[in-house]
Every structure is written in structure tokens, then in C-alpha cells.
């Protein structure tokens, strides 16, 4: 089956959506997301979105903010951007009927490690839910757009000239391939955390995006980086999803504690359980190693019932449900995979280095995070990056591209997998992941990781050479790919920064540098 459109957008989350939302009035959109339309990193988002809008706030000490949090390697053109623009993009969301939560007729704003002002503005702790449904209301009800569900896209297609020419996808309802073809490809699939047996991600984080643009030729900065989210709750999960305990408890007053009691965080930084997400993910993780620890205690005790309950009534209820009652017992907390600084290189437009192709989202890579996301900076850069795309690409030559020009693709067939085998490869990277990239990581045991995963791709290969093709099988190849590249580029950074501590270098170097794989190198 062909379809053509205008404007094409893969994925249905913040960025996706907005992008749809903004490009609607030039021409048709198309967006095709591979499970429900709100399955998505953004659903789950509890803090809030970050933007300079108290009387005590300003961009530049949004920007000053965030540039500290990122250890030398925030594009600072790219986060002059962000926190200038961000919050015009902010209040023209509460335009969608999304009913952020308000203080005396204000907007009530939190704060987490890093932030210097109360800045964070949220929806109770379902902030990402609130989003995602407004949009979605606000993309369905768009005369020029339409929402395809349960469409995985398999690869883009690219023409001689290198140009992206749209995608090849499959409908998991019908069982049928379909080629697209499109003026622009918006690449807003998120994050790839799915590639770790701990994450707070949802299982359509598998990096997608990020292979499939590896695939036709695009270069990929920072990968190393992945955030680890300090407070994820201990031995649970929800639908293969660790449950987040949101980093704004610890904004409450919320501590952390070891199970006997004592209060860790100031033997590693000044400002506590206020300090940088990565410093505080690396003290819990070096609590647990070194006294042989299950997990640590998120002490709640000196933040009022009423306030807990009014704060954070989906945590509450939610621990409830599995027997913890939060506003009486600690919650015990491990650290978990959350999201990926690194992506897809773009430049303060979208622009990726293949023509007519755009990327918005976590899976882009703007620079504004640097070495270390600041909490609640990733809706709003989603916002403003997405925001940005849709007015350059609305700018793009109008013709569609002419369909012989584009190349040609292997075809796929159509296979149904042994879901026992495949679950046993996807685990085994997984482990592999976590094992080999986690929280403290050394140069030998990456390249350990790196020959594992070598192994499960010639596993996987012999048991479905490249054509044989289901979602299934596509997605672990992809989460191979992504793989590879966060260990390449973790292996490439020969110093400790920000996210990535690497036992042999525990030094940060002078000079701050990105890394850039470029599949053409
Ligand atoms: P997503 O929202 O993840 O959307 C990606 C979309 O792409 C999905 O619809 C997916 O189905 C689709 N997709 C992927 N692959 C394919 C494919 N092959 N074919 C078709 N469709 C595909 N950030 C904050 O700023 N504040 C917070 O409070 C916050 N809390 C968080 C809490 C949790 C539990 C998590 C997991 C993340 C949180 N984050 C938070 C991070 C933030 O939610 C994400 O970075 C952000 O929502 C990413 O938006 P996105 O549009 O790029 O991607
Ligand atoms: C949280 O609520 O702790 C998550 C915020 C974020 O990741 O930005």
C-alpha cells in the first residue's frame, strides 16, 4: 500500500504531538504511533514542566541553572533558546485545557535538584498525563490531521539525493506494510531506556528513532549519557516499567536514609537530596554496594499527610495499592534507567544531517542538557525544539518527492516469532545493559558488553536473517543498534562527566567535546 501526505510524525508523545498540532495549518499531517495514541514517555511525566514563570524567576537564571547542572557541555545557544522561549510555549499549553495546578490563583511551582527558583509547573504528580491527553484532544480535533494507532515504522526512506522521502511501516491490526511518502519526516519516537533491565520508561522506549536514523545515514551525539532517576520504588514493576517515586518528593522535604536510619546524602553533597540527579543516583548506588543493601528509605516523615495526599495522590495511591501507605512508612527506593541525554544531532531547528528529516523530543539531541538533564528541562525542550521544527518545516519545498527516485528497500516478509526465544534475547540484553553501561562503568567491562551484544546479534541473526521481519524482531534489532552506540560512545569519552563515571578516567578533562558517530565513519 502507498500513502502520501505533507508532513509525517512518527510518534505520540510531547514532541510529536505538539509538532502535529503547530504544522496542521500547511498542508496534511499524518501521525503514526506503534501502540495506543497515549502510550509514551510523556504519559508518565510526574514533576512537571520546568519555564522561568515566577516573579522571582528570569531565563537567565533558568539558563545559568541548567548550564551548571550540565557539566561543561550545554550548547549554550541551544539553552538560550530553550528557557527564552519556554515560557510563552508553557502558558499557551494551559490554552489546551491543561489545568496545571494553581496556588492563590497562581500557577503552584515546585522545585528539584539544581533548580535555584520554584519553577517547575505540574499537574498534581500526573503532570505527563494531563499533557498527553490535551494534546491529543487538541491534535484529534485539527481538521488536517490524522492519527494512525498500532503503525510501527520500520525505517525511513531516503532518495538518491540522500533526502528523506518518508517511511516504511507496518499496521499491526491489519498485518499489512505500507510505504509513505512525505515532504517531511518528523522523528519524535523518545527515549531508548527500554534498552535496560531497570527503567522507569515504558516498554515503546526501545530507541527506534535512533536506530532507524542510524540506519539511513544520520549522525547521533552523546549517547553515553543516560540519566539514572535516583527513586524508582524497590522491587516492583508495572507493566515492565520500574514506578517512579517523583524526584519533587524529595522537593517536599522528602529524605533519603539508609534502612538503619542515617541520613547519607550530606556525605556527598552540600545541597543534600537537592543535589544533582547524578550525584545522588551515584551515593545510592554506592550505599547499596558497599553495605550490601536491597535498597534505600525515602523518609517522608516531615512532609505533612494532608500535604502528601494533596502533592502526590497517583504515588500514594498507587503504593497503596501494593500495600504501602506513604503518608505512615518510608518508601524503599532503588535507582533506575530514565532517559537519554544523547539522540539524534540536530541543529536549533530540528534539522537532522539528512535532508527533510526532523527530530524533536528525547530523541534528539539539541545540546541543551550537556552532561546531566536538569529535572523537568525535557517536556520543555520537547516544546520548544518541536515548536521550532514545525515552523522551518512548514517552510520546505511543497512538492512531494516523485516515487521513483526513492530507493529501493529490502522487502520485508512477514514472520511470526517464537515470543519465548525473543524474550530470552531481549532480557539477555537487557542485563547486558545494565551490567556493562549502568551508574559507574569501566573501559573493560564496556567492551565486555560490546562482544555480548555482538553475540546476541548473530543469535537473533541466525535465527531471523535480516528480511524476516515483526515487530518484535525489528524492535530488538533496533534496541541492539542503540545499544551498541551508548556503549561505542561510552567507551569514545575517555574522562568522568556529568552522567557518565567511568572507573579508569575519574577525571574530567579541560576540554569539554561531544561525541559524534556518524554511521558513514
Ligand atoms: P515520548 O513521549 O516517549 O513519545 C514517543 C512516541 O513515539 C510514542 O508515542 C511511541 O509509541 C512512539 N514510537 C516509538 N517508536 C516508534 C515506532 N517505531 N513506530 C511508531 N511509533 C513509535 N520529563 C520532564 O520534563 N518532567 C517530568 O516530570 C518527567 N517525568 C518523567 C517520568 C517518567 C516515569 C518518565 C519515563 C520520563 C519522565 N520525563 C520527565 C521525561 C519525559 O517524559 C520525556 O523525555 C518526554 O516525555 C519525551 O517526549 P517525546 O515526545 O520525545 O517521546
Ligand atoms: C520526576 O518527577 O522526578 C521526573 C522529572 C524528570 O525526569 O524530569
New binding site residues.
Given amino acids: 500500500m502507498r500513502i502520501e501526505t505533507d508532513f509525517l510524525v512518527?510518534?505520540?508523545?510531547?514532541?510529536?504531538l505538539w509538532f502535529a498540532y503547530r504544522i496542521s495549518n500547511h498542508g496534511r499531517v499524518l501521525v503514526?504511533?506503534?501502540?495506543d495514541d497515549s502510550?509514551?514517555?510523556?504519559n508518565?511525566?510526574?514533576?512537571?514542566?520546568?519555564a522561568a514563570l515566577g516573579s522571582d524567576d528570569s531565563p537567565q537564571q533558568h539558563l545559568e541553572d541548567t548550564v551548571k547542572a550540565g557539566y561543561g557541555l550545554c550548547d549554550p545557544q541551544a539553552v538560550q533558546v530553550m528557557v527564552g522561549e519556554g515560557p510563552a510555549l508553557v502558558r499557551e499549553l494551559q490554552k489546551l485545557e491543561i489545568e496545571f495546578s494553581t496556588e492563590g490563583g497562581h500557577l503552584e511551582l515546585g522545585i528539584e535538584g539544581g533548580h535555584t527558583r520554584h519553577r517547575v509547573a505540574h499537574v498534581a504528580d500526573t503532570?505527563?498525563q494531563a499533557v498527553e491527553w490535551g494534546l491529543i484532544n487538541a491534535v484529534r480535533s485539527a481538521p488536517n490531521v490524522a492519527l494512525y494507532e498500532h503503525?510501527?515504522?520500520i525505517d525511513l526512506l531516503t532518495d538518491e539525493s540522500g533526502r528523506c522521502r518518508g517511511v516504511l511501516s507496518f499496521d499491526n491490526e491489519s498485518g499489512k506494510f505500507a510505504e509513505i511518502h512525505a515532504r517531511v519526516v518528523m522523528l519524535?519516537?523518545?527515549?531508548l531506556c527500554g534498552v535496560y533491565e531497570h527503567t522507569?520508561?515504558p516498554p515503546?522506549?526501545?530507541g527506534?528513532?535512533v536506530a532507524m536514523a542510524w540506519r539511513a545515514g544520520a549522525q547521533v551525539a552523546d549517547l553515553e549519557f543516560i540519566q539514572f532517576h535516583p527513586t524508582s520504588l524497590f522491587g516492583l514493576k508495572i507493566d515492565g516499567r520500574a514506578f517512579?517515586i517523583s524526584e519533587m518528593v524529595r522537593g517536599e522535604g522528602g529524605i533519603l536514609r539508609t534502612p538503619d536510619g542515617e541520613r547519607f546524602m550530606s556525605r556527598y553533597h552540600p545541597d543534600e537530596e537537592m543535589a544533582p540527579r547524578s550525584v545522588v543516583a551515584r551515593a545510592i548506588y554506592n550505599e547499596l554496594r558497599t553495605r550490601r543493601l536491597d535498597y534505600v528509605l525515602l523518609d517522608l516523615s516531615s512532609i505533612p499527610s494532608k500535604r502528601i495526599l494533596e502533592r502526590f495522590p497517583m504515588i500514594a495511591d498507587t503504593c497503596k495499592r501494593f500495600g504501602l501507605d506513604i503518608t505512615r512508612e518510608p518508601v524503599p527506593v532503588v535507582p533506575a534507567a530514565?532517559?537519554s541525554v544523547g539522540g539524534v544531532k540536530t541543529d536549533l531547528w530540528g534539522r537532522t544531517s539528512i535532508p527533510c528529516l526532523y527530530t524533536a523530543?528525547?530523541?534528539a539531541h539539541t545540546g541543551v542538557h550537556g552532561a546531566n538533564r536538569l529535572?523537568?528541562?525535557?517536556?520543555?525542550e520537547?516544546l520548544v525544539f518541536a515548536d521550532r521544527a514545525a515552523q522551518a518545516a512548514s517552510k520546505e519545498e511543497a512538492r512531494l518527492p516523485s516515487l521513483d527516485k526513492i530507493n529501493p528497500f529490502e522487502r520485508q516478509l512477514r514472520s511470526i516469532e517464537d515470543p519465548s526465544l525473543l524474550n530470552s534475547l531481549v532480557s539477555s540484553l537487557k542485563q547486558t545493559m545494565w551490567r556493562f553501561a549502568g551508574i559507574v562503568r569501566s573501559a573493560k567491562e564496556m567492551e565486555r558488553g560490546r562482544a555480548r551484544l555482538a553475540e546476541l546479534s548473530r543469535e537473533l541473526e541466525a535465527l531471523y536473517p535480516a528480511r524476516i521481519f515483526s515487530p518484535g524482531i525489528k524492535q530488538l534489532r533496533n534496541m541492539l543498534i542503540v545499544g551498541d552506540l551508548i556503549l561505542r560512545s561510552a567507551l569514545a569519552r575517555k574522562e568522568s562527566r556529568g552522567l557518565h563515571y567511568v572507573e579508569e578516567y575519574p577525571d574530567t578533562l579541560p576540554e569539554a567535546v561531544h561525541t559524534v558517530l556518524s554511521p558513514k565513519d
Fill in positions: 512518527v510518534g505520540s508523545g510531547m514532541a510529536g503514526l504511533t506503534k501502540k502510550e509514551s514517555n510523556t508518565y511525566a510526574q514533576g512537571g514542566i520546568a503532570t505527563g503503525h510501527f515504522v519524535a519516537t523518545g527515549g522507569t520508561n515503546i522506549a526501545t527506534d528513532g517512579l530514565h532517559y523530543g528525547e530523541c529535572a523537568s528541562n525535557s517536556l520543555l520537547a
